[in-house]
């Protein structure tokens, strides 16, 4: 027997194991938001599996290499095809938590019975202490391998169902390449050999036809055509094609449609440029689409406007991809818009500005990741590169549907030294919307001036939307700073209730 090939087969399967762990916590993440929790749950329960797996391992009393090479291929078939199923489950509703949590635990369980399995097989090729050691020292390497690898190779070049189908492969090869390892220990060689061939072969299928595959998942979960996906570092960016237009996808979340954006860009961009209006430096924080800073350029005296998302991606398509193109009137193709991709939180730790009037235009805070940029470290950055008399508008969640972490926002710019007036603005396709605009100095609700062309706003409309109604005034929250994230805790907890 070939020990090298014995140690391969160590690394190999403990970067798969890992690897279909990552897989189900970013699905999970991608859909439903709150990566902490997604990760811990699936961390959980996937050590609980491996402590069943490693448990149940006892029983096996004889076919040691037969149990060993078809656990190899069932974990590989599941494993495989794990992103896939999940995405199923989500399209059809309901079914999505327990199917995720069966496939953890499952997996956990199939992966814990390996190395058990392998150890017995090798015991008489090394001495115990050398066995143990070699054998935990590539289980070890591997799970580093791929822990490194997911982020950086894996996700942005072959996406969750490709990346899952090649570990699946993998593991594949490992039981096909079992059955001559350990042949002489076989009943039956060939029977092994058989089935772990076909599992090679559909998994080989499966990722040879994998966008077809993620097409098919990906469409059921969004409903309509979708007509450009792509995964980056940082996100997987869907636009789907429906009726009334098309339909911006960030992780499984709406980012905008675009029968209704209009209402909210100019719901977001033109209060805080009313607030200044002779605002020559514009900074936009996120809003990588280039929706908001199509509406800053409506203004005739800006001069320059810096765009700050940390996607490089998603910046090319504003400006390449011609649906999205169109709808941002080629908003960063202009010679006054400078593209920064970079993190908004790390770019505003230098010196910058000033500027006159400062956009954030984030995703949503459904993550730590994002809910650093809504802190009141984030908005002390802000501050720093604001003007003196410069303002600064902020998306801030539904204040019907999320009233705490609506108002979280606000007091936390608040703590930063920000006066600030909360508003809100009708959004079909997202309810009830809240925005927060804020200043150095005190201010009053602005009226105007507005620019020419608005679909929505016009001077009484704008200032109405500062005039709160009873169901979304004040509560009592905390002030969101880096080392307690409060916001992401209210904003998961009001959401899920519609969720």
């Known amino acids: 027997m070939s020990l090298r090939l014995a140690y391969l087969t160590v690394f190999v399967i403990a970067a798969c194991g890992l690897g279909y762990e990552l897989v189900a916590g970013s699905v999970a993440s991608y859909l439903l938001g709150d990566t902490v929790t997604q990760f811990s749950t699936a961390i ?24 060993f090479v078809d656990v190899e291929s069932a974990v590989a078939l599941l494993g495989g095809t794990s992103a896939a199923v999940l995405y ?4 059809r509703g309901g079914v999505f938590h327990v199917v995720l949590w069966t496939e953890i635990l499952v997996i956990g369980t199939l992966v814990g019975l390996e190395i058990p399995l392998l150890l017995r097989l090798l015991k008489d090729e090394l001495e115990f202490k050398d066995l143990v050691a070699q054998v935990l020292t590539f289980d070890y390497i591997g799970s580093l391998a791929v822990s490194l690898a997911f982020p950086l190779l894996f996700v942005p070049r072959l996406g969750l169902v490709r990346t899952a189908l090649l570990l699946g492969l993998l593991n594949g090869l ?6 001559w390892i350990f042949r002489a220990r076989l009943e039956s060689p060939a029977g092994a050999r058989l089935r772990a061939g076909a599992v090679c072969a559909a998994l080989a ?5 994998a966008d077809k595959v993620t097409d098919l ?70 809003g990588g689409d280039g929706l908001a800073v ?14 700050v998302d940390i ?17 941002n009137g080629g908003a960063l193709s202009d010679p006054r818009v400078e593209v920064v991709n970079d993190d908004a939180f790390r770019w505003l730790a230098e010196r910058r500005g000033p500027y006159d009037v400062i956009v954030a235009d984030f995703p949503d805070p459904g993550s730590f990741g994002l809910g650093k940029l809504y802190t009141t470290r984030m908005y002390e950055r802000v501050l720093a590169a604001l003007a003196p008399d410069g303002a600064v508008a902020v998306q801030s969640t539904s204040p019907f549907f999320a009233r705490k972490a609506f108002w979280c926002i606000a007091r936390t710019m ?17 309810g009830e919307w809240g925005y927060v605009l804020g200043s150095r100095r005190a201010f009053e609700a602005p009226e105007g001036p507005l620019p020419a062309g608005l679909r929505h706003l016009d001077g009484p409309s704008m200032r109405a939307m500062f005039a709160l109604p009873p169901d979304v005034g004040p509560v009592e929250v905390e002030v969101n700073r880096l080392d307690n994230q409060s916001l992401v805790r209210y904003y998961e907890e009001e959401w899920r209730r519609w969720n």
């Not at 199509?294 to 765009?307: C, D, F, I, K, N």
């Not at 930063?416 to 997202?430: D, I, K, L």
């Open 88 to 91: 199923l489950s989500f399209a």
């Open 311 to 327: 996607d490089p991606e998603m910046t090319a398509l504003a400006r390449d991809f011609p649906p999205l193109a169109r709808q």
């Open 217 to 286: 998942t990906e469409t059921r979960t969004y409903g309509d055509e979708i007509v450009l996906a792509k995964s980056t570092p940082y996100q997987r960016i869907v636009v789907t094609q429906g009726r009334s237009g098309f339909q911006l996808w960030l992780n499984g979340s709406l980012q905008f449609a675009s029968a209704d954006e209009h209402r909210y860009h100019e719901s977001l961009v033109h209060p805080a440029m009313a607030i200044v209006p002779d605002a020559r430096r514009v900074l936009v924080l996120g």
């Open 44 to 67: 959980g329960l996937y050590l609980s599996g491996l402590g069943v797996g490693a448990w149940l391992s006892k029983f096996v009393k004889d076919r040691v290499a037969r149990t």
């Open 174 to 179: 490992v039981a096909l390449w079992s059955t």
């Open 205 to 209: 299928a499966g990722f040879a036809a």
């Open 294 to 307: 199509r509406e800053v350029l409506r203004h005739p005296q800006v001069e320059r406007v810096t765009l």
């Open 414 to 430: 608040e703590a930063s030294g920000m006066h600030v007036r909360p508003y809100r603005s009708a959004v079909p396709s997202f």
